[in-house]
């Protein structure tokens, strides 16, 4: 039987090293505590958490915790300056695509569009274009959300 988990022991290279049951003193006790371990209703393992031991508040824990928070806010943060640079670009590439261009480059990110070639005429419609699409599909986006939001 190989145990995966040694304690804490660190092993350069692979971590967790499998170290053999015998050698850390485990029996086969260990296979009966897997099978009457948590599970689901259809049978699944049931995931227990990965830090604090039976339900043990720790610091550890809380610090977790709020490394979380701090990630799933950096992570709405980072959404909606994303969507509202999206939409900035959207709309001066529709209404007018010359303008777009004046913007600057690091707002605009109009990559490797030329305002030569895409200010005027069919280029222009072409920008027009993008620009419809990407408002059509912010808003649909939106509606969905919303929608789905609605229906919880």
């Not at 995966?4 to 296979?31: C, E, K, T």
């Not at 480059?105 to 620009?131: A, D, K, N």
Request: aromatic share 10%; proline share 7%.
């Amino acid at each position: 039987m190989i145990h995966r988990f040694p304690g804490r022991a660190h092993h350069p290279g692979i971590w967790p090293r499998p170290v053999p049951a015998r050698r850390l003193g485990h029996s086969v006790a260990m296979a009966s505590e897997l099978r009457s371990s948590p599970r689901h209703a259809d049978g699944r393992l049931q995931c227990l958490p990965l830090l604090g031991f039976h339900g043990e508040d720790g610091p550890r824990r809380r610090s977790l915790r709020m490394l979380d928070r701090l990630v799933h806010i950096a992570w709405w943060a980072s959404l909606g300056i994303t969507v509202v640079v999206m939409l900035v670009n959207a709309f001066y590439m529709v209404v007018s695509p010359k303008a777009w261009f004046r913007v600057p480059r690091w707002l605009g990110l109009q990559g490797v569009l030329t305002p030569e070639r895409y200010s005027s005429s069919w280029g222009g419609l072409q920008v027009r274009i993008l620009g419809m699409i990407i408002i059509g599909t912010a808003g649909w986006i939106t509606y969905e959300l919303l929608a789905s939001l609605a229906g919880k």
